[in-house]
């Protein structure tokens, strides 16, 4: 989920070493005061128990809720944005099969937890800007040792200049910093080289973030449809409508997609949402430009009221 606030220069240590060892170990119950503050390069990062999850725990990012993890069960998902994603991951290719997924933003590695839950033997990397983030996550919330991720501490685009052409199944972007997507993450010129290392048939996927009168949202439509034939949108029906700020799940290939098993799976999630694709998602644009780097502005701010 979206980042939000300046950088808190300074604030929050670390909070003791014995609930670390908790939380390698899965063993022993919880303390009242477990959580965990330290400040990492994109400002304050908290890690706070589920009260619900025995060994569930929420990473936020000044405030901000960003990722949810649980050590116990990593097919869990519990942000509604994430749970669409996973069902995406699911219909990218027959169950267990493994694929090659670059993720753009690693947050507490929720999602490449996933896949490497549901799809063993994959192959994941994740570009992760913030180093101090990426050490606190591997320290306290540890990744399989077992799963093959490799986690690389550089911007996202220019991690991505890195990829080989034709090397991902699937790209997926969740990046914020201060809550709101980087203006180079938003335009044609990025998406040309999402493109370039994803194998034919391999899919895009982008957490976007937008209120009304969803400009960027639309804009970032119409900028995916110049580099893939293919888009589907997944949004809480409320955020269609423009009623508030939320999270916008966009699919993009140059393959036909399972919209239809898609539609079912976003319907039936404990918070409902619709899928638009095909010439509804493009009436919808309503004639937006497409996002060129010499024009590309960071995603809005989201209002005081969006993590509350």
Same mark, same amino acid.
């Given at each position: ?134 050490? &606190?996550?591997?320290?306290? @919330? !540890? /990744? ?5 991720? +490799?986690?690389?501490?550089? *911007?996202?685009?220019? %991690? ?89 799940? &966009?699919?993009?290939?140059? @393959? !036909? /997609? ?5 539609? +079912?799976?976003?319907?039936? *999630?404990?918070?409902? %949402? ?35």
């Amino acid at each position: 989920m979206a980042r939000r606030g300046a950088p808190a220069g300074g604030a929050g240590a670390r909070k003791g070493s014995a609930r670390k060892q908790e939380r390698r170990t899965g063993k022993g119950e919880r303390a009242e005061t477990s959580e965990t503050s330290e400040a990492v390069d994109g400002g304050l990062a908290e890690l706070i128990p589920d009260r619900e999850r025995p060994h569930g725990w929420t990473l936020l990012l000044d405030g901000a809720p960003q990722s949810h993890v649980d050590l116990d069960d990593p097919t869990y998902l519990s942000f509604e944005y994430q749970r669409r994603i996973g069902h995406i991951i699911d219909l990218a290719a027959p169950a267990q099969q493994p694929l090659h997924v670059l993720h753009l933003g690693g947050g507490a590695f929720t999602l490449a937890r996933y896949v490497a839950a549901t799809r063993p033997r994959s192959t994941q990397q994740i570009v992760e800007v913030d180093a101090a983030l990426v050490q &606190l996550v591997r320290r306290e @919330l !540890p /990744l399989d040792p077992q799963a093959r991720i +490799r986690v690389r501490s550089t *911007d996202a685009r220019a %991690g991505l200049g890195k990829i080989q052409d034709g090397w991902a199944d699937l790209v997926i972007a969740d990046v914020f910093s201060g809550a709101r997507t980087p203006a180079h993450l938003t335009s044609a010129e990025f998406l040309a080289e999402v493109r370039r290392v994803l194998k034919p048939g391999g899919q895009y996927v982008a957490n976007l973030a937008d209120g009304p009168p969803l400009a960027h949202l639309r804009g970032q439509i119409a900028t995916a449809a110049t580099a893939f034939p293919e888009l589907a949108l997944a949004a809480d029906p409320t955020v269609w409508r423009g009623r508030r700020f939320g999270n916008a799940v &966009l699919l993009a290939s140059d @393959l !036909p /997609l399972a919209v239809a098993e898609l539609t +079912r799976r976003v319907a039936s *999630d404990p918070h409902p %949402g619709r899928v638009e694709h095909g010439r509804a998602l493009a009436d919808f644009t309503g004639g937006a430009a497409v996002v060129t780097d010499e024009a590309a502005k960071p995603s809005p701010a989201p209002p005081p009221s969006a993590f509350t």
